[in-house]
């Protein structure tokens, strides 16, 4: 069904289903089915959204909060309308059901005790936020003396679990209730909107009293008590939901959460971003207590400038990135990085990718990859060199040997002519500068992260946008399990392959060659000659 249809569909199915109804601007209003009069004898007014470009066309309410609000679907089962006239009805669709028995004790009783004791202090808590007793009632929240009562009311209108939090403190919080309910999720705060919502849209944040806030304004939602929570939410879970819009607080630890849970959900995610000036952590609630009234247009902003979310990047970004790369290939006789070896560099078009050296034991691998990376270090290349094998101290003794053209047992004895004295002296100076742009890292509880960090670091204080990373060795680095070393260089190749196209990086890998038969080296060697990969 077009989206036009499903506007059309939906507004018909109300017209039919509410007597009296009629379209005031973007809402239609009827005498509310639901409730009954008040003193003077008149209904609550049921309001139905029909804006399409507010992201929740259909969800209707009573302006009395007489019962939840929810969309045509909830509708249908609550007037007792066959499901079979209601717009983008599936016959097929799989409902969720949990496989949890859940216990006959509840804590309903003592829900209801915990709401008797709200005063007017309590309330006062709520109303900083802009949320009204009214909707403080409808969610069932108590006072237990000292914190605020939070009810997680499931499914079958019971509640197991409830989390209890101090006022003007929410570090300070615990669960209550059946342990087995306090985990997973069970964790989702006003969970009853997600049936609620079959066919519509949803909100989803993180805390109960940005969930309020949304709640005071008129829109559907559920909450976790963190972001770290959101990973319980699943596709199967709100499989039901045509669209679901995320909001959470202004950190970028939330705004990951957020992201992960918008792959998992699909396209049907849309993520609400707060400006940049905003300070971190900021959400719904400092956003109530600064704008008042003007929350609710606030959030509609936001909605209306919310895109279905994308794991893609932008093509913009992608055309700049291009841009760039050519504007930096610009006039360079070489594809890659040039190392200061003609021979070399004509045999690769210089350094690019990953690049792999295998050879027997003691055949100078190092010895060669160490003079590549110090004469690009020169060259004001930033290089990484990541060694296993021969020591920091010893690397740069050795480049100190080659820069100055003595031997270690010369340097050592300090037996120089004049001539050589002075060649030193450079070498050493030439060695100081270099070592802006090369760093050994002999750190053997290495990991992706840390080689991502490290590679960000260098290229900030080097100012440069691309970096050479020597690894000595592959078979060397540093695997979780020992016994397990092939798929850990298969997985180090792989983070190798991801950091090569992210971070703009050239690797140079040493690696042993495997022995071929009688345990010698002499045969010709092949890709598959590599030790243990």
């Known amino acids: 069904m077009s989206a036009a249809n499903r506007e059309d569909a939906i507004r018909r199915f109300y017209l039919d289903h509410l007597p009296g109804s009629r379209m005031e601007k973007s809402h239609l209003e009827a005498p509310c089915p639901f409730c009954g009069t008040d003193s003077s004898g008149q209904a609550g007014i049921l309001m139905v959204n029909m804006d399409p470009d507010s992201g929740f066309m259909g969800y209707y309410r009573c302006t009395r909060r007489c019962s939840p609000g929810g969309f045509p679907a909830f509708f249908a089962k609550?007037?007792?309308?066959?499901?079979?006239?209601?717009?983008?009805?599936?016959?097929?669709?799989?409902?969720?059901?949990?496989d949890t028995i859940l216990p006959t004790r509840n804590l309903n009783l003592e829900i209801n005790k915990f709401q008797s004791l709200m005063g007017d202090r309590q309330y006062a808590h709520f109303n900083q936020y802009g949320i009204s007793p009214a909707v403080v009632k409808q969610m069932g929240i108590g006072y237990n003396g000292r914190y605020l009562v939070f009810p997680y009311v499931l499914e079958d209108n019971n509640c197991h679990s409830a989390r209890c939090i101090l006022p003007e403190r929410e570090e300070d919080s615990f669960w209550q209730g059946d342990e087995p309910f306090t985990v997973?999720?069970?964790?989702?705060?006003?969970?009853?909107?997600?049936?609620?919502?079959?066919?519509?849209?949803?909100?989803?944040?993180?805390?109960?009293?940005?969930?309020l806030a949304l709640t005071h304004l008129g829109y559907p939602g559920i909450a976790v008590p963190h972001v770290s929570d959101l990973n319980i939410l699943t596709p199967e879970r709100l499989a039901n939901i045509h669209r679901v819009f995320l909001i959470v607080n202004h950190t970028p630890e939330a705004d990951q959460a957020a992201r992960f849970l918008a792959i998992r959900l699909g396209y049907k995610s849309r993520i609400l971003k707060w400006p940049f000036h905003m300070k971190r952590g900021y959400h719904l609630r400092d956003l109530a207590q600064e704008t008042g009234e003007d929350l609710?247009?606030?959030?509609?902003?936001?909605?209306?400038?919310?895109?279905?979310?994308?794991?893609?990047?932008?093509?913009?970004?992608?055309?700049?990135?291009?841009?760039?790369?050519?504007?930096?290939?610009?006039?360079?006789?070489?594809?890659?990085m040039p190392t200061g070896f003609e021979k070399l560099d004509q045999a690769l078009n210089g350094l690019r990718g990953i690049n792999i050296m295998g050879g027997p034991p003691k055949a100078g691998k190092s010895c060669f990859f160490m003079q590549i990376s110090t004469e690009m270090a020169k060259n004001r290349i930033p290089v990484i060199y990541y060694d296993f094998e021969n020591g920091r101290q010893k690397i740069y003794s050795r480049t100190l040997c080659r820069l100055s053209r003595l031997s270690e047992k010369e340097i050592r004895h300090d037996t120089m002519d004049p001539k050589k004295r002075m060649g030193f002296r450079e070498a050493k100076d030439s060695i100081l500068e270099l070592l802006s742009f090369f760093r050994v890292v002999t750190d053997r509880k290495l990991g992706p992260d840390i080689m991502r960090r490290k590679i960000d670091f260098l290229q900030h204080e080097t100012g440069t946008d691309y970096t050479l990373v020597v690894v000595d060795s592959l078979h060397k680095l540093p695997f979780k399990n020992?016994?397990?070393?092939?798929?850990?260089?298969?997985?180090?190749?792989?983070?190798?392959?991801?950091?090569?196209?992210?971070?703009n990086v050239t690797f140079l890998v040493t690696s042993e060659l495997s022995r071929g038969e009688g345990g010698h080296y002499d045969r010709t060697p092949d890709m598959a000659s590599f030790k243990e990969s």
């Open 78 to 98: 609550m007037r007792g309308i066959d499901p079979s006239v209601v717009p983008g009805f599936d016959p097929d669709r799989e409902p969720f059901v949990r």
């Open 184 to 211: 997973g999720d069970f964790r989702i705060y006003n969970t009853r909107d997600i049936d609620r919502c079959e066919g519509g849209a949803l909100f989803v944040t993180d805390g109960e009293i940005n969930l």
């Open 296 to 336: 609710g247009p606030a959030v509609s902003r936001m909605l209306h400038s919310s895109k279905a979310f994308s794991p893609f990047s932008p093509p913009e970004k992608e055309h700049r990135l291009l841009l760039r790369s050519l504007e930096r290939e610009k006039g360079k006789s070489l594809l890659g």
């Open 482 to 503: 020992l016994s397990e070393r092939r798929t850990g260089i298969d997985e180090w190749l792989r983070n190798m392959e991801s950091m090569r196209d992210e971070q």
